[in-house]
């Protein structure tokens, strides 16, 4: 897998384009919010989510507050556990048998047909699999992505500059921490 595939496995991608609507690009690294065109225009919502169609229990304030809440879960901070939830009792999940592949699978469905609705199961299913512990957000631009690595031990949304996305997160702390090292060493010799 190439180290700038930050694309996440299945509807999970849907979960990680939702989050990064709010984002930092690295043409103007000026903070962006693209939700609120997104809720404003149906058709700007169809070309970012053409398979979700929005309904009256997405209002936009409910679409932010729950962006917000999924960006804390991938940042790892635990107290996002309350506020994820009640998003689970707010989206009616529940617990059903689908055959798939002639073996009974547990998967978790949500009764609110809502866009709010198919994003929480999305989730809720995503840390039944152990999926989410991979899906992650830059400290450095914010920018959301899925941990291909094989240990899972991914910080940086791209090392290099020459992926599709350009960026280069991670790239100065690497520097740092290597010049740091150097200037040790120089002591201690
Ligand atoms: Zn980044």
Redesign the pocket.
């Known amino acids: 897998m190439p180290d700038h595939n930050q694309t996440a496995p299945g509807e999970l991608e849907v979960v990680r384009r939702f989050i990064n609507t709010w984002s930092i690009p690295n043409d103007t690294r000026e903070k962006t919010d693209a939700l609120p065109e997104l809720a404003r225009t149906r058709e700007v919502w169809r070309k970012e989510f053409p398979h979700q169609s929005r309904s009256r229990n997405d209002a936009l304030g409910r679409l932010l507050r729950l962006r917000a809440d999924l960006r804390s879960a991938c940042q790892g901070d635990s107290s996002s556990e309350d506020a994820l939830n009640k998003w689970f009792d707010s989206a009616a999940l529940s617990v059903k048998t689908r055959w798939i592949g002639g073996a009974a699978k547990l998967t978790i469905e949500s009764s609110e047909a809502s866009f709010v609705g198919y994003i929480v199961a999305i989730v809720a299913n995503a840390i039944a699999s152990g999926e989410w512990a991979r899906l992650k957000t830059?400290p450095?631009?914010q920018?959301a992505f899925y941990d291909h690595t094989r240990n899972g031990g991914k910080r940086?949304?791209?090392m290099t500059k020459g992926g599709p996305d350009g960026?280069a997160?991670g790239t100065i702390a690497k520097v740092t921490a290597y010049r740091a090292r150097e200037a040790m060493k120089a002591r201690v010799t």
Do not use: H, Y
Request: proline share 0%; glycine share 12%.
């Open positions: 830059c450095d631009c920018w940086w949304c791209g960026r997160c």
